[in-house]
């Protein structure tokens, strides 16, 4: 049992990898311009192909971003959550995940448009939201359940959810039929989601595809767990870290050949496949910045994970790449993307500086 009298533990390496994760978010749209004007040379397609995401089935790079952000948030919830149940008590830790993802998910409804189009044009789901219910899923088990029984209902969630889109067709549909508006998951949200969808008549954090989006947060708290509980101590506690990362790649993998990894299903190949990526920067950063102490580089990545809902807000409110614009014209180029992050470094400098920290 933690001591709750003991500030909660704090992990530079892992505020560095939400700021690199931050990072690719906020930035990743001007990266992906900048790389098309050094040509169609097999290098710079490679990169450019790499920043951007998969069309439907496949996995690219840039698929990485959003399922690590919340692999990283059920990492965050490891670490503080039992410190807050063994303070207030579960109930009242029960309660604070409650009215964070309450928050949360007001927050993203706003930011997807809120009212402004009336009320069939609000997108209920959205990326906020997921974060905000996936949180709150992995929060409230966590606080009953267990590392083992954690991991079981982990399992469950995504066999339950293979199970699901394997034998269960889409109503004159196909079982196992999985290309887009031909599968349960695209005709569910087309059924009982109200409201806008980002894909015509489905959306990409729809009702059904949270399920496995809950078990990705918790592979983060498991992994959270680990970190807060294991005796292994500095590099070895990075290897196997980095060792489970890649036994979840290549369980990953091997699941992709009968249930192919699709961002827009969240299938549940694809959750093991992103948090065992998660896990292996998380162990990469965990050798790099704890153990050899090497933190200078990763100063930036830092500042923007302490404050990332704020820099996701105000990159997509004051829009960085327009005001790029204004100080190197409208040519996308390497100096426009570095221009434009910077805008977002130098806002999150100015907060950490200032030992401002907006947190839900």
Not at 42 to 57: G, M, P, S, V, Y
Not at 339 to 346: R, S, Y
Request: aromatic letters at 12%; one cysteine or more.
């Amino acid at each position: 049992m933690p001591d709750p009298e003991s500030p909660a533990p704090r992990l530079a390496s892992l505020d560095a990898l939400r700021g690199f994760d931050m990072f690719l978010i906020v930035g990743g749209g001007s990266l992906h311009g900048a790389m098309k004007t050094f040509g169609d040379s097999w290098t710079a397609r490679i990169f450019t192909n790499q920043l951007d995401h998969a069309k439907w089935e496949g996995f690219l790079f840039f698929d990485l971003v959003f399922p690590m952000f919340v692999f990283i948030a059920g990492v965050s919830l490891a670490l503080s959550l039992p410190r807050r149940a063994a303070l207030h008590g579960r109930a009242a830790a029960a309660r604070g995940l409650i009215l964070r993802a309450v928050i949360l998910f007001a927050i993203g409804v706003l930011f997807s448009g809120g009212l402004n189009k009336g009320l069939d044009e609000v997108r209920w789901l959205g990326v906020l939201q997921r974060i905000a219910v996936a949180s709150l899923g992995a929060g409230l088990l966590s606080l009953w359940l267990g590392a083992r029984s954690l991991a079981i209902a982990c399992g469950t969630l995504l066999l339950g959810y293979w199970a699901l889109l394997a034998f269960v067709p889409m109503p004159g549909g196909t079982p196992g039929d999985l290309r887009e508006g031909h599968n349960l998951v695209n005709w569910f949200d087309s059924q009982f989601l109200p409201g806008r969808k980002y894909d015509r008549d489905h959306d990409p954090e729809g009702i059904l595809s949270t399920i496995p989006a809950i078990a990705n947060c918790i592979l983060g708290v498991l992994a959270g767990i680990f970190l807060r509980t294991t005796r292994a101590e500095g590099s070895r506690k990075s290897l196997l870290l980095v060792a489970g990362g890649a036994a979840l790649l290549a369980l990953g993998l091997l699941w992709s050949v009968p249930f192919p990894m699709i961002k827009k299903l969240w299938t549940s190949s694809f959750v093991l496949f992103a948090c065992g990526c998660s896990a292996i920067l998380l162990g990469a950063f965990h050798q790099i910045i704890e153990v050899r102490k090497m933190r200078a580089w990763a100063e930036p990545f830092i500042w923007i994970g302490l404050n990332p809902i704020t820099i996701y807000l105000a990159a997509h409110v004051a829009n960085f790449n327009q005001l790029a614009h204004r100080f190197v014209g409208p040519t996308p180029g390497l100096l426009h993307a570095a221009v434009a992050t910077g805008f977002g470094i130098l806002l999150a400098w100015w907060l950490h500086r200032r030992k401002i920290y907006l947190r839900v």
